[in-house]
Nanobody, 124 residues
């Protein structure tokens, strides 16, 4: 069974920093893209940043220059370093693994998985 577990959310003042981490576990053979999304009440979940297995990163315009995504393929982890945080960054942040291959041989499957979400609140 595949699980994505996030950590690192919390309360921070404007201008502060937080680091989110996500670890995928299970009988994983490969992961295509890992990323972070965020959602506020009443709005759709939106991409914050993603990174391919080869290290190509993609960022939402609103976080460029402030957030950095990194990935450890050997450990199936992805992190999001968030600097210069603003109140509008407040949201529940979700980790996503796209094209995750799990199981082996005839039982191998590929699917997308989400973490349970972690709250980030930026407020004075």
């Amino acid at each position: 069974q595949v699980q994505l577990v996030e950590s690192g959310g919390g309360l921070v003042q404007p201008g502060g920093s937080l680091r989110l981490s996500c670890a995928a576990s299970g009988r994983i053979s490969s992961i295509n893209v890992m990323g972070w999304y965020r959602q506020v009440p009443g709005k759709q979940r939106q991409l914050v940043a993603s990174v391919t297995g080869g290290g190509t990163a993609n960022y939402a315009d609103s976080v460029k220059g402030r957030f950095t995504i990194s990935r450890d393929n050997a450990k199936n982890t992805v992190s999001l370093q968030m600097n210069s945080l603003k109140p509008e960054d407040t949201a529940v942040y979700y980790c996503k693994a796209e094209g995750l291959g799990y199981g082996f041989g005839a039982s191998r499957r590929v699917a997308d998985f989400w973490g349970q979400g972690t709250q980030v609140t930026v407020s004075s």
